[in-house]
């Protein structure tokens, strides 16, 4: 079998051949990678596959990949940047909250750059951003926000809830690919981890905005604990409590709060919702 | 009730047919290459392992979709019966606010375990029996170390899962959920250890939490269950 061959025949009756496979690279760096993990017997098998995603969907699912990687890097480019500058600001009060800002901001950098190698290594571009990109001011509205331990800590807790969020919605877009698929549900529950741990700083620091709200680990109802409706937007929607048209408060006849129910799922949002969340945040 | 109501050629809980048994996306992979009778075939076969058959002592989760729903079930099971028993009978010197955050646990585990009973319906498997007779419910070390084991382990188990499941509504409900354990699992890890929370026995160099395959989740989680599971039937990929 000449997979040049075969590529070359339907390129004659359609010469879109290789924008449908992304590249011709690509395609084959595709093509290489899954043939060399399979029997020689079954490489019809993996060629009606590749072919089967070029052509299945007006838009090659390859090309939705690329895009969705290239959105989550560039969320975590937001993050990264943010990380940096919180923790060269050195206002945290503590050793603990340091090493705890400085864990995220590792793995923030490690998210940017684990990302930039999947999107080369796809055969896309990825996209590139410098600290100069940000305005973590978001255009005046958190003017202090590397001066204001509380103020920074809140705009974390909305980034990390928000990034949750991000992934959720867009891993359908990956389900066609189990490795593309794998690592962004890898990186969603990290994100996870990171928001439980920041809501636990803002209360342990007692710098919940207003004083008295209450936030805990888990997002409970749209509550986000933080006193201006500038970040309401990032926590619309986590009231819900039913899941696949089943009631989760009191279901079964247990005693499950509203509270409870929505605490229980956390909700997607969608890639619209999110860039308009994050937009004030680009200079 | 799972229902699809935005895309028809998609595998459905209730209704499902010989799709489920394998994902969508191989199905048409496969077909193409022109070979679709005998996978067809194959797929026939699969389906007469329906989930929830088998006595007391062991249960199948069953194939497809259903089946990866059915471990996610499996483990809520076992989750919620942890934390029933450890709001019940509090270890010595439980603080009010790890009280109040283990009974919000408690509750969301009890939530996720009833939304799988109660979405997979007639395809739900049985109630599984636990063994929890390594776990000394009065010493705070041995349940918040068991607490962090589960946790840990479940965010594994949906990190691994997904790729298991063809039907992208279902990947965003394990994706709803398995947010919250990683949120669990942040919080009891600061309580074992302060500042654990992500700590590199549980994301690795890459900045990526563990994602573990059905067989390695069931094989950790065997031995807090006398029912035995069997796994032997869902989706490898």
Known sequence: MNLQNILSEIEKTDPEVYDRLDTRRSAMKSFAKTSGKIALASIPFALGSMFQKAYSSPSAPTDLILDTLNFALTLEYLESNFYIRAVASAIAPSADAMSALTVIRDHENEHVIFLKTAITAAGGTPVSFTADSFDFTAKGTFPDVFSNYGLMLAVAQTFEDTGVRAYKGQAPNLISNNDYLTAALQIHSVEARHAAHIREMRKTANLLIPAGVDVKPWITLDQSGIATSVVQPSYDGEQNVTQAGVAITNIGGHNISASAASEAFDEPLTKDQIVAIVTPFFA | ?237
């Not at chain 2, 019940?88 to 646990?105: F, G, H, R, V």
């Not at chain 2, 607490?147 to 949906?158: C, I, N, P, R, T």
């Open chain 2, 1 to 237: 009730m799972l229902n699809n109501t935005s895309k028809e050629d998609q595998p459905d809980l209730i209704n499902d047919g010989m799709a489920r048994s394998f994902s969508r996306r191989k199905f048409f992979g496969i077909m193409g290459a022109g070979t679709a009778v005998m996978i067809t075939a194959a797929a026939c076969r699969k389906e007469m392992h329906s989930p929830g058959k088998g006595n007391n002592s062991s249960v199948d989760l069953g194939s497809g979709d259903v089946g990866v729903l059915n471990y996610a079930y499996a483990l809520e099971q076992l989750e919620a019966a942890f934390y029933v028993k450890v709001v019940a009978s509090p270890y010595t010197q439980m603080s009010p606010m790890e009280k109040s955050y283990l009974t919000d646990i408690r509750d969301h585990e009890i939530a996720h375990r009833e939304f799988f009973k109660a979405a997979l319906s007639t395809k739900a498997i049985q109630s599984l029996e636990v063994d929890f007779s390594a776990i000394d419910f009065t010493d705070r070390n041995s349940v918040l170390g068991t607490a962090k084991a589960f946790e840990d382990l479940g965010v594994s188990a949906y990190n691994g899962a997904g790729q298991l499941l063809s039907n992208p509504d279902y990947l965003t409900l394990a994706g709803k959920i398995v947010s919250v354990e990683a949120r669990h699992a942040a919080w009891i890890r600061d309580m074992v250890t302060a500042g654990s929370f992500a700590d590199m026995t549980a994301v690795d160099s890459n900045g990526l939490d563990k994602a573990r395959s059905p067989q390695e989740v069931l094989s950790i989680a065997g031995a807090f269950l006398k029912t035995k599971i069997n796994a032997s039937n869902l989706p490898t990929s």
